[in-house]
């Protein structure tokens, strides 16, 4: 791996641990002890081994799609891995109601710095725009003026973190219950868009696999968002 990208993924990573920490301290204590009493140690097994299953195969599928025969990595793709393990680990122990809030602050500084090592990166990083002639576009190194489009997944990141953190500090409840799928929401509904400026094979009707797999995870979140409002109102 580039030692850059190297060093803003550990950054990355040491900065979601000290926010989900303080997040937890200020927020969460009361709810997640509630949450660990449902869910079990082999939630986290779930967790982790989605998360990298799906990392690997969403990330080398798609660079395969385009030409690219290379192992590749992608955080959206741990993100589907990840809710796709736990649900099925969750629907097993016949536990419900969401259980992803603590990660809602960590995932999004992951993807607010770490999009800055892809950027750094350079083309080796496949996660670079296609050309063009926007005043901040960006020459990775091949002399084509490109759309820089790991800063506008980061800068939107960005927006929507100052959104979590101001309601966690007049409703943190609306966070417990929703902020997660919220989450999934956001990040699938903005990186459709970016999508759209990258280089990356069709699938079906000008949609690359990364669309296809961002529609998918906003059902989801729709879904879900509907169905713990209506637990709610039975409870």
């Known amino acids: 791996m580039n030692p850059v990208h190297m060093f803003f993924d550990l950054s990355a990573v040491v900065l979601a641990m000290v926010g989900g920490g303080l997040v937890y301290w200020w927020r969460f204590r ?22 990298v299953l799906g990392s690997y195969l969403l990330g080398t599928g798609n660079l395969y799609l ?79 003026l490109r759309h820089p489009v790991q800063l506008y997944e980061s800068l939107s990141m960005a927006g929507f973190l100052v959104a979590v953190l101001g309601l966690l500090a007049v409703k943190p409840q609306v966070i417990v219950r929703y902020g997660f799928y919220l989450c999934v929401g956001f990040y699938a509904g903005q990186r459709f868009v970016w999508e759209f400026f990258k280089p990356y094979g069709a699938v079906i009707g000008g949609l690359n696999l990364f669309h296809i797999v961002c529609l998918v995870m906003v059902a989801y979140s729709v879904m879900m968002i509907l169905r713990e409002r209506n637990d709610s109102r039975c409870a």
Do not use: N, Q
């Open 30 to 51: 009361g709810a997640l002890e509630k949450t660990v009493t449902r869910i079990g140690g082999g939630y986290f097994l779930a967790l982790s081994g989605g998360s």
């Open 66 to 144: 385009s030409g690219e025969e290379i192992v590749g990595r992608s955080i959206l793709g741990a993100l589907c891995g990840a809710i796709v393990t736990v649900e099925l680990y969750k629907l097993f122990r016949g536990a419900r109601g969401s259980t992803g809030y603590i990660y809602v602050v960590p995932f999004c500084l992951l993807v607010i710095v770490g999009r800055f090592g892809c950027y750094f990166s350079g083309m080796d990083d496949h996660t670079y725009g296609v050309e063009t002639s926007f005043p901040w576009a960006v020459d990775y190194g091949d002399g084509v």
